[in-house]
């Protein structure tokens, strides 16, 4: 009694450190390491800040023009997002980018039909996409 026992594992010593850059996550995933203060967590408080937005109508020729980093917007089923302030915090880095200015759809559910959209970017809404001769 008292004495360690020579056979315990140490449970530490068992798993061996793999530097991060070296990790590889199963499925081929492609998340990409994000800044500090830039996780999901992170979003989640700086959305939950943010007032609610005002929704009005969106036609396809302005959701065209905003395709860049600083004003992008994107369509997901139907609804218009501004995802300019989302980028940084996004897993998928800037893939998002890809979206922009467009309908965004079926990129979104090739890579993550089972992300909750409507919690996560509530907030970011800009409107209904409607077609350009919309009245
Ligand atoms: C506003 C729209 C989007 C939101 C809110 C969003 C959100 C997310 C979230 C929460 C994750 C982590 C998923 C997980 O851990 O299971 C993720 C990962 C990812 N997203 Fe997005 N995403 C959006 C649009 C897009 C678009 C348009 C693309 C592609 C063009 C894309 C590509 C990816 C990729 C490649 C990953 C990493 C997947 C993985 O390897 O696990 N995302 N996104």
Known sequence: MGDAD????NAQAAIPAVPADQMKVSGGRQKVPLKPGFSQLDWIRKHAALPMPRIRTVKLEELRAHQS????????????????FYIDFHP???K?????????????DKYHAWVNIDSLMQ???VGYLVSDDHR
């Open 6 to 9: 020579p056979n315990a594992t």
């Open 123 to 125: 907030k970011c809404v």
């Open 69 to 84: 980093r600083e004003f992008a917007w994107t369509a997901i089923r139907g609804l218009v997002y501004d995802i300019s």
């Open 92 to 94: 998928g880095g800037d």
């Open 96 to 108: 998002l980018m890809l979206a922009a200015g467009k309908d965004g759809t079926s990129l979104f």
